[in-house]
Protein backbone atom coordinates (compact mmCIF):
# COMPACT_ATOMS: atom_id res chain seq x y z
CA UNK A 1 0.00 0.00 0.00
CA UNK A 2 1.29 3.28 -0.90
CA UNK A 3 1.98 5.60 1.78
CA UNK A 4 2.74 9.24 -0.06
CA UNK A 5 1.48 11.38 -3.10
CA UNK A 6 3.32 10.48 -6.19
CA UNK A 7 4.10 13.00 -8.74
CA UNK A 8 4.77 11.67 -12.16
CA UNK A 9 7.52 14.04 -14.53
CA UNK A 10 6.05 16.86 -15.91
CA UNK A 11 4.30 15.72 -19.44
CA UNK A 12 5.91 18.17 -22.09
CA UNK A 13 5.55 17.84 -25.90
CA UNK A 14 8.11 15.62 -27.25
CA UNK A 15 10.37 17.76 -29.59
CA UNK A 16 9.68 16.21 -33.13
CA UNK A 17 13.72 16.09 -34.82
CA UNK A 18 14.45 17.51 -38.30
CA UNK A 19 16.10 14.50 -39.96
CA UNK A 20 17.81 17.34 -42.36
CA UNK A 21 21.38 16.88 -43.87
CA UNK A 22 24.01 16.60 -41.86
CA UNK A 23 22.17 15.58 -38.40
CA UNK A 24 22.82 12.18 -36.60
CA UNK A 25 19.47 11.02 -36.54
CA UNK A 26 19.31 11.01 -40.46
CA UNK A 27 22.21 8.80 -40.77
CA UNK A 28 20.56 7.06 -37.52
CA UNK A 29 16.82 6.54 -39.16
CA UNK A 30 18.59 5.77 -43.06
CA UNK A 31 20.91 2.83 -41.12
CA UNK A 32 17.45 1.45 -39.50
CA UNK A 33 15.65 1.63 -42.63
CA UNK A 34 18.56 -0.52 -44.61
CA UNK A 35 18.28 -2.82 -41.55
CA UNK A 36 14.33 -3.64 -40.99
CA UNK A 37 14.46 -3.90 -45.03
CA UNK A 38 17.17 -6.07 -45.67
CA UNK A 39 14.94 -8.51 -43.18
CA UNK A 40 11.73 -9.95 -43.20
CA UNK A 41 10.09 -10.36 -40.06
CA UNK A 42 7.46 -13.11 -38.93
CA UNK A 43 4.34 -11.56 -36.56
CA UNK A 44 2.23 -13.10 -34.43
CA UNK A 45 -0.99 -12.53 -32.73
CA UNK A 46 -0.17 -11.54 -28.69
CA UNK A 47 -3.06 -13.06 -26.39
CA UNK A 48 -2.82 -13.42 -23.07
CA UNK A 49 1.10 -12.32 -23.22
CA UNK A 50 1.51 -15.50 -25.85
CA UNK A 51 2.76 -15.04 -29.27
CA UNK A 52 0.26 -17.04 -31.43
CA UNK A 53 0.83 -18.14 -35.00
CA UNK A 54 -1.78 -19.69 -37.73
CA UNK A 55 0.20 -20.77 -40.28
CA UNK A 56 -2.34 -18.26 -42.08
CA UNK A 57 0.72 -16.41 -43.36
CA UNK A 58 0.21 -12.74 -44.67
CA UNK A 59 2.52 -10.95 -46.86
CA UNK A 60 3.21 -6.93 -45.81
CA UNK A 61 4.62 -4.74 -48.83
CA UNK A 62 5.30 -1.05 -48.93
CA UNK A 63 2.71 0.78 -50.65
CA UNK A 64 5.56 2.49 -52.45
CA UNK A 65 7.27 -0.34 -53.58
CA UNK A 66 4.94 -3.33 -53.55
CA UNK A 67 7.17 -5.86 -54.82
CA UNK A 68 9.49 -5.86 -51.82
CA UNK A 69 8.12 -8.04 -48.74
CA UNK A 70 8.85 -6.49 -45.12
CA UNK A 71 7.53 -9.49 -43.54
CA UNK A 72 4.22 -11.46 -43.13
CA UNK A 73 2.08 -11.64 -40.34
CA UNK A 74 -0.11 -14.17 -39.07
CA UNK A 75 -3.63 -14.10 -39.82
CA UNK A 76 -6.25 -15.50 -37.01
CA UNK A 77 -10.17 -16.20 -36.41
CA UNK A 78 -13.33 -16.60 -34.38
CA UNK A 79 -10.92 -19.18 -31.57
CA UNK A 80 -8.77 -16.46 -31.08
CA UNK A 81 -10.99 -13.91 -30.60
CA UNK A 82 -12.56 -15.78 -28.03
CA UNK A 83 -8.87 -16.24 -26.57
CA UNK A 84 -8.28 -12.30 -26.41
CA UNK A 85 -11.71 -11.72 -24.59
CA UNK A 86 -10.72 -14.66 -21.97
CA UNK A 87 -7.26 -13.22 -21.53
CA UNK A 88 -8.34 -9.90 -20.97
CA UNK A 89 -10.97 -10.68 -18.33
CA UNK A 90 -8.42 -12.78 -16.49
CA UNK A 91 -6.41 -10.02 -16.39
CA UNK A 92 -8.46 -7.61 -15.09
CA UNK A 93 -8.83 -8.36 -11.31
CA UNK A 94 -5.09 -8.01 -11.06
CA UNK A 95 -4.54 -4.97 -13.23
CA UNK A 96 -7.33 -2.63 -12.14
CA UNK A 97 -6.14 -3.72 -8.65
CA UNK A 98 -2.73 -2.67 -9.08
CA UNK A 99 -1.91 1.15 -8.31
CA UNK A 100 -2.17 3.45 -10.46
CA UNK A 101 1.76 4.90 -9.93
CA UNK A 102 2.19 1.25 -10.99
CA UNK A 103 0.20 1.79 -14.11
CA UNK A 104 1.28 4.93 -14.79
CA UNK A 105 5.11 4.19 -14.82
CA UNK A 106 4.60 1.48 -17.19
CA UNK A 107 3.15 4.26 -20.20
CA UNK A 108 6.16 6.51 -19.17
CA UNK A 109 8.79 4.18 -19.71
CA UNK A 110 6.72 3.32 -22.91
CA UNK A 111 6.85 6.75 -23.87
CA UNK A 112 10.90 6.77 -23.14
CA UNK A 113 11.77 3.87 -25.32
CA UNK A 114 9.60 5.39 -27.80
CA UNK A 115 11.88 8.69 -27.97
CA UNK A 116 15.00 7.06 -27.30
CA UNK A 117 15.84 3.43 -28.18
CA UNK A 118 13.07 3.04 -30.38
CA UNK A 119 12.38 6.14 -31.75
CA UNK A 120 14.49 4.67 -35.85
CA UNK A 121 12.56 1.76 -35.27
CA UNK A 122 8.96 2.80 -34.97
CA UNK A 123 10.00 5.39 -37.17
CA UNK A 124 11.49 3.57 -40.00
CA UNK A 125 8.80 1.10 -38.90
CA UNK A 126 5.80 3.41 -40.05
CA UNK A 127 7.69 4.85 -42.82
CA UNK A 128 8.05 1.64 -44.92
CA UNK A 129 4.72 -0.37 -43.39
CA UNK A 130 2.31 3.34 -44.39
CA UNK A 131 4.64 4.98 -46.88
CA UNK A 132 5.42 8.17 -44.77
CA UNK A 133 7.79 10.66 -45.23
CA UNK A 134 10.73 11.01 -42.37
CA UNK A 135 8.77 13.94 -41.09
CA UNK A 136 5.23 12.95 -41.18
CA UNK A 137 6.60 9.42 -39.05
CA UNK A 138 8.25 11.67 -37.02
CA UNK A 139 5.21 13.68 -35.86
CA UNK A 140 3.09 10.97 -34.67
CA UNK A 141 4.94 7.74 -34.55
CA UNK A 142 7.36 8.92 -32.41
CA UNK A 143 5.81 12.20 -31.17
CA UNK A 144 2.59 11.76 -30.85
CA UNK A 145 2.51 8.39 -29.35
CA UNK A 146 4.98 9.55 -26.83
CA UNK A 147 2.63 12.61 -26.02
CA UNK A 148 -0.41 10.51 -25.34
CA UNK A 149 1.10 8.21 -23.32
CA UNK A 150 2.58 10.87 -20.76
CA UNK A 151 0.39 13.57 -21.28
CA UNK A 152 -2.85 10.97 -20.52
CA UNK A 153 -0.61 9.86 -17.33
CA UNK A 154 -0.82 13.77 -16.08
CA UNK A 155 -4.85 14.07 -16.99
CA UNK A 156 -5.22 10.73 -14.80
CA UNK A 157 -3.88 12.28 -11.92
CA UNK A 158 -6.10 15.69 -12.69
CA UNK A 159 -9.14 12.96 -13.23
CA UNK A 160 -8.54 11.48 -9.78
CA UNK A 161 -7.68 14.72 -7.72
CA UNK A 162 -11.74 15.94 -9.02
CA UNK A 163 -13.10 15.05 -5.72
CA UNK A 164 -16.59 16.37 -4.28
CA UNK A 165 -17.21 19.15 -1.30
CA UNK A 166 -17.08 18.02 1.99
CA UNK A 167 -18.54 20.56 4.62
CA UNK A 168 -16.69 21.14 7.76
CA UNK A 169 -18.02 19.89 10.91
CA UNK A 170 -20.70 18.16 9.15
CA UNK A 171 -18.84 14.38 10.16
CA UNK A 172 -18.80 13.34 6.68
CA UNK A 173 -16.20 12.61 4.23
CA UNK A 174 -17.34 12.65 0.40
CA UNK A 175 -14.86 11.59 -2.07
CA UNK A 176 -15.15 9.92 -5.57
CA UNK A 177 -13.14 6.32 -6.77
CA UNK A 178 -12.79 6.46 -10.42
CA UNK A 179 -13.13 2.96 -11.23
CA UNK A 180 -12.11 1.19 -15.05
CA UNK A 181 -14.96 -0.11 -16.76
CA UNK A 182 -17.10 -3.38 -15.67
CA UNK A 183 -16.07 -5.52 -18.61
CA UNK A 184 -13.43 -5.38 -21.01
CA UNK A 185 -12.88 -2.72 -23.83
CA UNK A 186 -12.50 -3.52 -27.81
CA UNK A 187 -10.05 -0.95 -29.57
CA UNK A 188 -10.46 -0.95 -33.75
CA UNK A 189 -6.99 1.55 -34.86
CA UNK A 190 -6.47 2.50 -38.74
CA UNK A 191 -4.29 2.45 -40.98
CA UNK A 192 -2.83 6.32 -41.28
CA UNK A 193 -1.52 7.16 -37.55
CA UNK A 194 0.67 4.76 -35.25
CA UNK A 195 0.11 6.99 -32.56
CA UNK A 196 -3.85 6.70 -32.80
CA UNK A 197 -2.67 2.93 -32.92
CA UNK A 198 -1.09 3.25 -29.59
CA UNK A 199 -3.10 5.33 -28.12
CA UNK A 200 -6.55 3.07 -28.38
CA UNK A 201 -5.80 0.66 -26.53
CA UNK A 202 -3.13 2.94 -24.12
CA UNK A 203 -5.71 5.15 -22.82
CA UNK A 204 -8.46 2.77 -21.38
CA UNK A 205 -5.52 0.72 -20.00
CA UNK A 206 -3.81 3.09 -18.43
CA UNK A 207 -7.09 3.81 -15.74
CA UNK A 208 -7.41 -0.14 -15.25
CA UNK A 209 -9.15 -1.85 -18.07
CA UNK A 210 -8.21 -4.91 -20.44
CA UNK A 211 -8.18 -4.64 -24.04
CA UNK A 212 -8.69 -6.85 -26.80
CA UNK A 213 -6.79 -4.86 -29.89
CA UNK A 214 -7.46 -4.92 -33.35
CA UNK A 215 -5.04 -3.11 -35.55
CA UNK A 216 -5.75 -2.09 -39.56
CA UNK A 217 -4.18 -5.42 -41.20
CA UNK A 218 -1.68 -2.46 -43.19
CA UNK A 219 -0.32 -0.70 -40.41
CA UNK A 220 0.50 -4.35 -38.51
CA UNK A 221 4.12 -3.94 -39.06
CA UNK A 222 4.85 -0.89 -37.33
CA UNK A 223 1.64 -1.94 -34.65
CA UNK A 224 4.02 -5.03 -33.47
CA UNK A 225 6.39 -2.35 -32.90
CA UNK A 226 4.05 -0.64 -30.35
CA UNK A 227 3.41 -4.20 -28.65
CA UNK A 228 7.10 -4.96 -28.45
CA UNK A 229 7.59 -1.57 -26.98
CA UNK A 230 4.84 -2.28 -24.21
CA UNK A 231 5.96 -5.24 -23.14
CA UNK A 232 9.73 -3.97 -22.78
CA UNK A 233 7.79 -1.34 -20.39
CA UNK A 234 6.40 -4.08 -18.35
CA UNK A 235 2.70 -4.22 -19.64
CA UNK A 236 1.42 -7.61 -18.32
CA UNK A 237 0.08 -10.23 -19.86
CA UNK A 238 -3.22 -9.90 -21.05
CA UNK A 239 -3.98 -6.45 -20.49
CA UNK A 240 -3.60 -5.30 -24.51
CA UNK A 241 -3.97 -8.14 -26.55
CA UNK A 242 -3.61 -8.14 -30.16
CA UNK A 243 -5.58 -10.08 -32.96
CA UNK A 244 -5.08 -10.00 -36.68
CA UNK A 245 -8.46 -11.02 -37.85
CA UNK A 246 -10.91 -9.91 -40.53
CA UNK A 247 -13.46 -6.76 -38.80
CA UNK A 248 -16.69 -8.95 -39.15
CA UNK A 249 -15.05 -12.03 -37.36
CA UNK A 250 -14.25 -10.09 -33.95
CA UNK A 251 -17.24 -8.20 -34.21
CA UNK A 252 -19.45 -11.40 -34.59
CA UNK A 253 -18.03 -12.39 -30.84
CA UNK A 254 -17.07 -9.33 -29.42
CA UNK A 255 -20.50 -7.43 -29.44
CA UNK A 256 -22.39 -10.66 -28.60
CA UNK A 257 -20.42 -10.97 -25.34
CA UNK A 258 -21.84 -10.03 -22.16
CA UNK A 259 -19.10 -8.35 -20.23
CA UNK A 260 -17.99 -6.29 -24.09
CA UNK A 261 -17.93 -2.87 -21.83
CA UNK A 262 -16.64 -0.21 -24.43
CA UNK A 263 -15.69 0.32 -28.20
CA UNK A 264 -12.26 3.04 -28.84
CA UNK A 265 -12.82 3.26 -33.14
CA UNK A 266 -11.31 5.00 -35.17
CA UNK A 267 -12.05 4.30 -39.17
CA UNK A 268 -14.76 5.10 -41.64
CA UNK A 269 -18.07 6.29 -40.63
CA UNK A 270 -19.93 3.62 -42.30
CA UNK A 271 -18.05 1.30 -40.30
CA UNK A 272 -18.74 3.00 -37.10
CA UNK A 273 -22.08 3.37 -37.50
CA UNK A 274 -22.55 -0.18 -38.40
CA UNK A 275 -20.92 -1.17 -34.98
CA UNK A 276 -23.38 1.19 -33.19
CA UNK A 277 -26.44 -0.02 -34.68
CA UNK A 278 -25.06 -3.71 -33.61
CA UNK A 279 -24.42 -2.54 -30.42
CA UNK A 280 -27.09 -0.99 -29.84
CA UNK A 281 -29.66 -4.34 -31.30
CA UNK A 282 -27.51 -6.38 -28.61
CA UNK A 283 -28.17 -4.01 -25.21
CA UNK A 284 -30.57 -6.45 -23.47
CA UNK A 285 -27.23 -9.21 -23.52
CA UNK A 286 -24.95 -6.49 -22.10
CA UNK A 287 -23.42 -6.46 -18.33
CA UNK A 288 -23.85 -2.30 -18.44
CA UNK A 289 -24.25 0.18 -21.25
CA UNK A 290 -20.90 -0.08 -23.32
CA UNK A 291 -19.18 3.29 -24.01
CA UNK A 292 -18.68 3.84 -27.54
CA UNK A 293 -15.93 6.40 -28.58
CA UNK A 294 -15.33 6.67 -32.39
CA UNK A 295 -13.71 9.55 -34.58
CA UNK A 296 -14.61 8.59 -38.03
CA UNK A 297 -14.53 10.77 -41.37
CA UNK A 298 -14.01 14.14 -42.84
CA UNK A 299 -14.65 16.57 -45.50
CA UNK A 300 -12.79 19.29 -44.16
CA UNK A 301 -12.64 22.76 -45.28
CA UNK A 302 -10.51 25.85 -45.79
CA UNK A 303 -11.85 29.37 -46.52
CA UNK A 304 -10.23 32.50 -47.28
CA UNK A 305 -11.50 35.82 -46.79
CA UNK A 306 -10.85 38.57 -49.46
CA UNK A 307 -8.38 40.03 -46.73
CA UNK A 308 -6.00 36.38 -46.59
CA UNK A 309 -2.48 36.92 -47.92
CA UNK A 310 -2.49 34.65 -51.19
CA UNK A 311 0.71 33.38 -50.57
CA UNK A 312 -0.73 31.73 -46.76
CA UNK A 313 -3.48 30.47 -48.25
CA UNK A 314 -1.87 28.71 -51.08
CA UNK A 315 0.55 27.13 -48.41
CA UNK A 316 -1.64 26.23 -46.07
CA UNK A 317 -4.01 24.33 -48.98
CA UNK A 318 -0.74 22.24 -50.31
CA UNK A 319 0.19 21.22 -46.78
CA UNK A 320 -2.75 20.26 -45.36
CA UNK A 321 -4.37 18.78 -49.13
CA UNK A 322 -0.96 16.91 -49.70
CA UNK A 323 0.94 15.46 -46.81
CA UNK A 324 0.79 11.91 -46.27
CA UNK A 325 -1.18 11.91 -48.94
CA UNK A 326 -3.97 13.36 -47.83
CA UNK A 327 -4.72 10.41 -45.94
CA UNK A 328 -5.58 12.06 -43.17
CA UNK A 329 -9.44 12.61 -41.00
CA UNK A 330 -7.79 15.95 -40.68
CA UNK A 331 -6.75 16.60 -44.74
CA UNK A 332 -7.91 20.06 -46.73
CA UNK A 333 -10.17 18.27 -49.27
CA UNK A 334 -12.62 21.35 -49.99
CA UNK A 335 -11.43 25.12 -50.19
CA UNK A 336 -13.71 28.30 -50.78
CA UNK A 337 -11.78 30.90 -52.54
CA UNK A 338 -12.97 34.40 -53.44
CA UNK A 339 -13.11 35.59 -57.03
CA UNK A 340 -10.30 38.20 -56.26
CA UNK A 341 -7.59 36.28 -54.57
CA UNK A 342 -8.47 33.64 -57.29
CA UNK A 343 -5.59 34.26 -59.83
CA UNK A 344 -2.82 34.90 -57.51
CA UNK A 345 -3.82 31.34 -55.40
CA UNK A 346 -3.78 29.40 -58.70
CA UNK A 347 -0.38 31.08 -60.21
CA UNK A 348 1.09 29.88 -56.38
CA UNK A 349 -1.12 26.53 -56.49
CA UNK A 350 0.41 25.28 -60.06
CA UNK A 351 3.53 26.22 -58.93
CA UNK A 352 3.85 24.80 -55.25
CA UNK A 353 2.29 21.27 -56.44
CA UNK A 354 3.99 20.96 -59.81
CA UNK A 355 7.53 20.99 -58.04
CA UNK A 356 6.12 18.47 -55.16
CA UNK A 357 8.35 15.49 -55.79
CA UNK A 358 6.45 11.92 -55.17
CA UNK A 359 7.91 8.10 -54.85
CA UNK A 360 9.61 6.30 -52.49
CA UNK A 361 10.08 7.56 -48.88
CA UNK A 362 13.35 6.17 -48.02
CA UNK A 363 14.70 9.10 -50.57
CA UNK A 364 14.59 11.85 -47.98
CA UNK A 365 13.72 14.32 -51.14
CA UNK A 366 10.58 13.42 -51.27
CA UNK A 367 7.22 15.39 -50.56
CA UNK A 368 5.15 12.65 -50.63
CA UNK A 369 4.86 8.23 -51.15
CA UNK A 370 2.15 6.32 -51.92
CA UNK A 371 -1.01 5.74 -50.82
CA UNK A 372 -1.72 2.52 -48.46
CA UNK A 373 -3.19 0.12 -50.78
CA UNK A 374 -4.53 -0.95 -54.05
CA UNK A 375 -8.20 -0.47 -52.82
CA UNK A 376 -7.70 3.10 -51.93
CA UNK A 377 -5.83 3.50 -54.90
CA UNK A 378 -8.73 2.19 -57.30
CA UNK A 379 -11.09 4.72 -55.04
CA UNK A 380 -9.21 7.91 -55.05
CA UNK A 381 -8.25 7.08 -59.16
CA UNK A 382 -12.28 6.72 -59.77
CA UNK A 383 -12.97 9.99 -58.68
CA UNK A 384 -10.23 12.05 -60.93
CA UNK A 385 -11.32 10.01 -63.59
CA UNK A 386 -14.64 11.26 -63.34
CA UNK A 387 -13.65 14.62 -62.74
CA UNK A 388 -12.21 14.50 -65.83
CA UNK A 389 -14.76 13.65 -67.62
CA UNK A 390 -17.40 15.96 -65.84
CA UNK A 391 -18.94 19.23 -66.97
CA UNK A 392 -18.84 20.99 -63.89
CA UNK A 393 -15.08 20.25 -62.82
CA UNK A 394 -11.74 20.79 -64.41
CA UNK A 395 -8.76 18.96 -63.49
CA UNK A 396 -6.30 21.83 -62.79
CA UNK A 397 -3.25 20.26 -61.59
CA UNK A 398 -2.02 16.96 -61.40
CA UNK A 399 -4.60 13.98 -61.87
CA UNK A 400 -1.68 11.07 -62.96
CA UNK A 401 -1.72 7.94 -61.17
CA UNK A 402 0.46 5.02 -61.64
CA UNK A 403 0.45 1.40 -59.36
CA UNK A 404 2.68 -0.55 -61.39
CA UNK A 405 5.51 -0.33 -58.95
CA UNK A 406 3.52 1.42 -56.28
CA UNK A 407 0.18 3.45 -55.32
CA UNK A 408 0.97 6.56 -56.77
CA UNK A 409 -1.35 9.41 -57.14
CA UNK A 410 -0.05 12.65 -58.30
CA UNK A 411 -1.07 16.01 -55.96
CA UNK A 412 -4.59 16.68 -57.84
CA UNK A 413 -6.51 20.14 -58.11
CA UNK A 414 -9.99 20.06 -58.86
CA UNK A 415 -11.74 23.55 -59.72
CA UNK A 416 -15.97 22.79 -59.94
CA UNK A 417 -18.41 25.45 -60.94
CA UNK A 418 -21.09 23.32 -58.74
CA UNK A 419 -19.90 23.55 -54.96
CA UNK A 420 -22.18 20.22 -54.30
CA UNK A 421 -19.93 18.57 -57.06
CA UNK A 422 -19.22 15.12 -55.72
CA UNK A 423 -15.61 15.70 -54.53
CA UNK A 424 -16.83 18.66 -52.98
CA UNK A 425 -19.19 17.09 -50.78
CA UNK A 426 -17.73 12.96 -50.44
CA UNK A 427 -15.07 11.86 -48.42
CA UNK A 428 -11.90 10.78 -50.68
CA UNK A 429 -8.97 10.03 -48.18
CA UNK A 430 -6.21 10.87 -50.67
CA UNK A 431 -4.62 13.92 -52.27
CA UNK A 432 -7.11 15.53 -54.00
CA UNK A 433 -7.61 19.41 -53.38
CA UNK A 434 -11.36 20.85 -54.69
CA UNK A 435 -12.06 24.72 -55.13
CA UNK A 436 -15.22 26.30 -55.43
CA UNK A 437 -14.42 30.30 -56.30
CA UNK A 438 -16.80 32.17 -54.69
CA UNK A 439 -17.94 36.22 -55.28
CA UNK A 440 -16.36 38.44 -52.86
CA UNK A 441 -19.24 39.69 -51.63
CA UNK A 442 -21.10 36.28 -51.25
CA UNK A 443 -18.76 35.34 -47.63
CA UNK A 444 -21.88 34.98 -45.49
CA UNK A 445 -23.24 32.55 -47.52
CA UNK A 446 -20.36 30.83 -48.14
CA UNK A 447 -20.07 30.34 -44.91
CA UNK A 448 -23.61 28.88 -44.94
CA UNK A 449 -22.86 26.23 -47.79
CA UNK A 450 -20.04 25.06 -45.86
CA UNK A 451 -21.67 24.68 -43.24
CA UNK A 452 -24.72 22.86 -44.95
CA UNK A 453 -22.44 20.61 -47.62
CA UNK A 454 -21.23 18.29 -45.78
CA UNK A 455 -22.45 15.35 -43.26
CA UNK A 456 -18.61 15.70 -41.47
CA UNK A 457 -17.71 18.16 -38.96
CA UNK A 458 -14.36 17.17 -38.34
CA UNK A 459 -11.63 20.14 -38.70
CA UNK A 460 -11.67 23.74 -40.64
CA UNK A 461 -9.77 26.68 -41.44
CA UNK A 462 -10.70 30.28 -42.32
CA UNK A 463 -7.76 32.88 -43.82
CA UNK A 464 -8.19 36.27 -42.98
CA UNK A 465 -6.66 39.65 -41.75
CA UNK A 466 -10.17 41.27 -41.44
CA UNK A 467 -10.70 40.33 -37.39
CA UNK A 468 -14.35 41.28 -37.93
CA UNK A 469 -14.31 38.42 -40.76
CA UNK A 470 -12.60 36.08 -38.70
CA UNK A 471 -15.02 35.97 -35.52
CA UNK A 472 -18.28 35.98 -37.70
CA UNK A 473 -16.77 32.59 -39.57
CA UNK A 474 -16.03 31.15 -36.05
CA UNK A 475 -19.54 32.45 -34.74
CA UNK A 476 -20.68 30.77 -38.20
CA UNK A 477 -19.00 27.68 -38.75
CA UNK A 478 -18.98 26.52 -34.60
CA UNK A 479 -20.95 23.27 -35.75
CA UNK A 480 -19.01 22.75 -38.93
CA UNK A 481 -15.91 21.50 -37.30
CA UNK A 482 -14.56 20.36 -33.91
CA UNK A 483 -11.18 21.26 -34.26
CA UNK A 484 -11.30 25.19 -35.93
CA UNK A 485 -8.05 26.86 -37.30
CA UNK A 486 -7.27 30.34 -37.93
CA UNK A 487 -4.76 31.49 -40.65
CA UNK A 488 -3.45 27.95 -40.27
CA UNK A 489 -4.04 24.51 -41.97
CA UNK A 490 -6.17 22.42 -40.79
CA UNK A 491 -4.00 19.64 -39.87
CA UNK A 492 -1.36 18.86 -36.98
CA UNK A 493 -3.32 18.92 -34.02
CA UNK A 494 -1.02 18.59 -30.88
CA UNK A 495 -1.70 16.30 -27.51
CA UNK A 496 -2.65 18.34 -24.73
CA UNK A 497 -3.11 21.89 -27.34
CA UNK A 498 -5.62 20.89 -29.52
CA UNK A 499 -7.83 18.37 -28.30
CA UNK A 500 -9.04 16.24 -31.63
CA UNK A 501 -12.23 15.46 -32.36
CA UNK A 502 -15.16 16.53 -34.43
CA UNK A 503 -19.21 15.57 -34.24
CA UNK A 504 -21.97 15.42 -36.55
CA UNK A 505 -20.59 12.32 -39.30
CA UNK A 506 -17.27 12.71 -37.91
CA UNK A 507 -17.90 11.06 -34.33
CA UNK A 508 -18.52 11.51 -30.82
CA UNK A 509 -16.16 14.43 -30.43
CA UNK A 510 -14.46 13.09 -26.89
CA UNK A 511 -11.38 14.84 -27.99
CA UNK A 512 -8.23 12.38 -27.59
CA UNK A 513 -5.34 14.04 -26.30
CA UNK A 514 -6.71 15.56 -23.59
CA UNK A 515 -9.12 14.64 -19.90
CA UNK A 516 -12.15 14.60 -22.05
CA UNK A 517 -11.57 11.29 -23.78
CA UNK A 518 -10.54 8.92 -20.30
CA UNK A 519 -13.50 9.99 -18.52
CA UNK A 520 -15.09 7.84 -20.72
CA UNK A 521 -13.21 5.04 -19.60
CA UNK A 522 -14.31 4.65 -16.16
CA UNK A 523 -17.34 4.40 -14.15
CA UNK A 524 -17.15 6.90 -11.53
CA UNK A 525 -18.65 5.54 -7.81
CA UNK A 526 -19.49 8.61 -4.82
CA UNK A 527 -18.58 7.26 -1.71
CA UNK A 528 -19.91 9.00 1.72
CA UNK A 529 -18.42 8.06 4.62
CA UNK A 530 -20.34 9.27 8.16
CA UNK A 531 -18.11 9.41 11.29
CA UNK A 532 -21.30 9.51 13.87
CA UNK A 533 -24.20 7.68 12.58
CA UNK A 534 -27.29 8.96 14.01
CA UNK A 535 -28.52 6.48 16.74
CA UNK A 536 -32.36 7.81 16.92
CA UNK A 537 -34.69 8.11 14.09
CA UNK A 538 -36.84 11.16 15.29
CA UNK A 539 -36.03 14.50 13.64
CA UNK A 540 -36.18 17.87 15.21
CA UNK A 541 -39.18 19.07 13.45
CA UNK A 542 -41.00 15.93 15.38
CA UNK A 543 -40.07 17.42 18.82
Not at 62 to 70: A, N, Q, R, V, Y
Not at 224 to 229: D, K
Not at 305 to 317: G, I, K, N
Not at 347 to 352: A, C, G, P, R, S
Amino acid sequence: MSNAYFNPPPAVNEPSLSYAPGTTERDALKAELARMKAEQVDIPMTIGGKKITTGDRVAIHPPHEIKHTLGHYHKGGSAHVQQAIDAALAAKPAWEALPWQERAAIFLKAADLISGPYRYKINAATMLGQSKTPHQSEIESVAELADFFRFNVQFMIEMYEDQPLTEPGSGIWNRVEYRPLEGFVFAITPFNFTAIAGNLPGAPALLGNTVVWKPAETQVYAAAVIMEILEEAGLPDGVINMILVDGPVAGDIIFEHQDFAGLHFTGSTKVFQHLWQTIGKNLPKYRTYPRIVGETGGKDFLIAHPSAPAAQVATALVRGAYEYQGQKCSAASRAYLPESLWPAIKTLLVEQVGSIKMGNVEDFSNFMGAVIDERAFDKISGYIAEAKKSTDAEVLIGGGYDKSEGYFIEPTVIVTTNPNYRTMEEEIFGPVLTIFVYQDDAFEATLDLIDRTSPYALTGAVFSCDRGAVDFATHKLRHSAGNFYINDKPTGAVVGQQPFGGARGSGTNDKAGSIINLYRWVSARSIKENFVSPTDYRYPYMG
